[in-house]
């Protein structure tokens, strides 16, 4: 290597690392303003620095003055297209980080529209702010559940409050007239209020199972429990309420032996047919029918389905049958010596479902309605 390639080697090298320091220095300023002055000034050092070792080469070269500017013309070129090139990056970085700040500003507060994408955005940007959406629309469906359920809650809080205030002022009635002298009948009103007590005893223990069910589910061991065997065990129990009600109660189950097995608990699976059976007789005319049925569908899983004579839920009441506190009656306070509970069997059916990875849904049928439950089966 000749002296005057050496030269133009070391010139070449200290003017690049001089612009290079300079550049440094310019970023390091800027190291707080926006990305789109980053990206000019990270653009333009390159450049800055080809220019810088391109002079000093044209120079120690002694190149003619009309070679020189062709030279510089198409570096100066170059160097707009770059700085163009890296205003429309900067730009488009920019937008998508002001659109992510959007976003994130109003993932706590907005639940009702997403906000618009401004503009051509990166792949990353554009992979977070649908990242960004999809949050969104969690948070929006978690904030319409706790609306629903507070709602639910202090309905259920009414409810309650006017389910026990009337069996109370009963009691009260009765023993103030013990107390006074003013009932001939006394063990008939002695019967009276002891109705009232178990009346009360079933909402409170609905209460403390629904509250039991919607906490954070204990460790049960679990066992295979026939759902043939239990609707038919479970209409037994019904048949004399059933019965005086007037209303005939029948099972429906395959004719061959399968015994439909589900892996769960038996006494919550019983309270919560039981639940349904109940409510079905309670809401049929008498002279109606209620009818158990249990199958195995082509997925393998069983399905037990309680259809009554009820006339039919009304299409807007549908979606809230199974909400705590939900009744389909116009009148709320039961009548004397009714065993209707505070709105709560429904809720408690769907709970025990669900704790054993079933489904639990309501159809109208031709009369009346059918509550079916789907359960993973055994086999």
């Known amino acids: 290597m000749n002296k005057d390639m050496f030269t133009i080697l070391a010139l070449t090298t200290l003017w690049t690392l001089v612009v290079a320091a300079l550049g440094a220095a310019i970023l390091w300023q800027f190291r707080r303003r926006s990305l789109r002055i980053t990206m000019i000034v990270v653009a333009l050092a390159p450049m800055a620095a ?4 391109v002079l000093q080469s044209v120079r120690a070269m002694f190149i003619s003055s009309h070679d020189s500017w062709v030279v510089l013309w198409t570096l100066a070129f170059a160097a707009l297209l770059g700085l163009g090139m890296s205003v429309l990056l900067g730009h488009w970085i920019s937008t998508g980080s002001r659109d992510v700040g959007r976003r994130l500003r109003h993932l706590g507060t907005s639940y009702d529209a997403p906000v618009a994408l ?23 469906a978690s904030h319409d559940r706790e609306r629903a359920l507070e709602a ?42 002891r109705a009232t007590v178990d009346r009360m005893t079933g909402l409170v ?9 919607s906490a954070a589910p204990l460790p049960r061991r679990r066992s295979a429990v026939s759902l043939r065997e239990l609707a038919e065990d479970v209409a037994g129990e019904n048949n004399e309420h059933a019965r005086s009600s007037g209303v005939q109660l029948s099972v429906s189950t395959p004719v061959d032996d399968d015994r439909l097995a589900v892996q769960g608990d038996p006494d919550e699976l019983t309270r919560a047919v039981t639940n349904l059976v109940g409510n079905a007789i309670r809401h049929t005319a008498p002279g109606g029918t209620v009818t158990v049925a249990v199958d195995r569908e082509s997925d393998g899983r069983v399905r037990l389905a309680v259809t009554d004579g009820c006339g039919g839920i009304p299409t807007d ?28 069997g429904l809720a408690i059916a769907r709970g025990v479902v669900e704790s054993h990875d079933g489904k639990i849904a309501v159809s109208n049928i031709d009369g009346g309605c059918a509550f079916q439950i789907d359960l993973p089966s055994t086999q």
Not at 160 to 183: F, K, N
């Open 50 to 53: 080809a220019l810088a070792a």
């Open 118 to 140: 401004a503009g051509a955005v990166p792949a990353e940007l554009a992979e977070l702010t649908d990242e960004l959406e999809m949050t969104r629309r969690k948070l929006s």
């Open 152 to 193: 639910s809650r202090r309905e259920l809080v009414a409810f309650m409050s006017h389910d026990l205030r009337t069996p109370l002022a009963g009691l009260r009635a009765v023993s103030e007239g013990l107390e006074d002298g003013v009932i001939d009948d006394v063990p008939g009103a002695l019967r009276q209020m």
């Open 205 to 213: 223990d609905d209460l403390f199972e629904l509250s039991r069910l």
């Open 317 to 344: 009441d549908l979606d809230r049958v199974f909400d705590i506190g939900w009744r389909g009656d116009e009148q709320r306070t039961p009548e004397a010596g009714a065993s209707s509970g505070g709105g709560l």
